[in-house]
């Protein structure tokens, strides 16, 4: 399934985010958009999953725009996990992924078998069976992350959506939340555009790396490709070194702010 965008402008108010943004997400990979706070991640994750209306440009799922799909229908192909996201702690697991069957049901009626067994696959893919039927509250946040991203998943999506996944996490529940998207991602296929802040985990899951900065795409590449310490200084403005783990994994180590080591011109400041 080709996932488009065009010439995209989009904002709030008289503050405009993204100005002529393109890109195309390769079927089946995964995609990380990286990029200081402010500089339109989430509002570009926001409107390719048609929670924000662009200004300008499109959208485009297999050359139709998404904001001119059926919602419904939409939701079949494509699911969005925002940032943020709130159910009653009192919804148990299995409750909570039974909703991402809506997409598939007329009206209030009950679960169809086909709902009961792609829940039942959902729960033993995202390793949540012993979970099941723990309510939201009694779990851990890299649980109940999961428990989330099984949501998404019972809408059988062919792109999944993820706005800052591990955000508020500790480090090992981060790991968990990564390993789970890339192994879902290599059993099924799914196409996955994400927002990361941390470089390292969007170097250890992603295909390709997305970098944004004033309103535009800087880089595309994969993550060798942008884990380059002038990319770094350009995006971010900070001094970094990077190394590759046995595994031919890069990984950065930050030394400092372009402010703290010189001036925009490279110049000492001392």
Known sequence: ?????????????AKLVLDGVEFEIPPGKIMTLVGANGSG????????GRLLKPRTGCVLLDGKAVHACDTAALARKMAILPQLHHVSGETTVRELVGYGRYP????????????????????????L??????????LSGGERQRAWIAMTLAQEPKI?????????????????????????????????????????????????IVTLKGKRIRHIGTPRE????????????????????????????PTGSVKENGNENGENQL
């Open 1 to 13: 399934m080709r996932l488009e965008v065009k010439a995209l402008t989009a904002g709030y108010g």
């Open 41 to 48: 991640k989430s509002t570009l994750l926001k409107v390719v």
């Open 104 to 127: 598939y049901r007329s009206g209030f009626g009950v679960l169809s078998l086909r709902d009961r067994e792609v829940i039942e696959e959902i729960l033993r893919l995202t390793r």
């Open 129 to 138: 069976v012993p979970f099941q039927e723990r309510k939201l509250s009694t």
């Open 160 to 208: 999944l959506l993820l706005d800052e996944p591990t955000t508020f996490l500790d480090i090992r529940s981060q790991f968990e939340v990564i390993e789970l998207v890339r192994d879902l991602n290599r059993r099924c296929g799914i196409t996955v555009l994400m927002v990361l802040h941390d470089l390292n985990l969007a170097a250890r899951c992603s295909d390709f």
């Open 226 to 253: 942008i884990l380059q310490p002038e990319i770094l200084r350009e995006v971010f403005e900070i001094e970094s070194q990077v190394y590759v783990g046995t595994d031919g994994i890069p990984y950065c180590v």
